[in-house]
């Protein structure tokens, strides 16, 4: 199974990388970040089941090193997981234009770049997972522009779950709560109590990516929230 992870450096993707590295015989990953010290010790802990590629996202060109990466070193690829992901606490005001790009960027624009890029890479049967947030449900004051990037995704992601239903290609839409992951401490906030282990999204990817299951809520009851969440009902 050749398996392409952004956001490999840090939390639930990190973790995800772990997991498959550890549980399955056949797999090979390509982890994608910036921390490319990270991604060296994943590669001498996991020798030949993991390569890397150390790109900024942020920056649309990076795609395309991505597109050459998978030819060289996987040729094919059975599940693309859009992970990396960053959140920024400020009004909708106090962003810096570059902010806003950035976020838009890695956020939104990227996974759909990688996904119309990588698609010719994969066969029948083959898995897009886009890691989103329970948050879209909500509306997130402290985290707008994130929320708006995330919300962005979220709607193109269940279009896109119809448009590769044709071509057997399964995509999973994955709505994390609060992860215990270094996201907060990012994004300029550092008392988030509580929350779940980044190991537990990436059980669930992994469990979901296997039974060909649509969307995933972590924890589980957060799927509550799609009763009070944007009805979106299809229309062609
Ligand atoms: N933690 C939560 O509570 C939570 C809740 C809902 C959804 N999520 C989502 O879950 C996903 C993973 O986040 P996490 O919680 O695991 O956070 P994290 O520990 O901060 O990890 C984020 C990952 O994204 C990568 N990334 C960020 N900006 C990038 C860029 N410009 N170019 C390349 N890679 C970039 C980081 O790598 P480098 O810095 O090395 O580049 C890192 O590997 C994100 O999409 C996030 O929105 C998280």
Known sequence: M?????GASSGIGKALCELLCTSKPNVKVLGIARNELVLKELKSRYDDKFNYLVVD?????SVYEVVDTVKSSLGYVDVLVNNAGFG????VLSHEVKEVIDLVNVNFITPILLTKELIRFMREGATVVNVITAGIYVLMCKLPIYGASKIALHYATEVLRRELR???INVISVYPGIIKTEFHRRAGIDNVRGGVEADEVAKAIVKAIEKREKEVYIPRYLKILKLLGPKLIPIS
């Open 2 to 6: 050749n398996v392409v992870v952004t």
């Open 57 to 61: 996202l942020s920056k649309l060109d």
């Open 88 to 91: 920024i606490y400020k009004d």
């Open 166 to 168: 044709r071509k057997s």
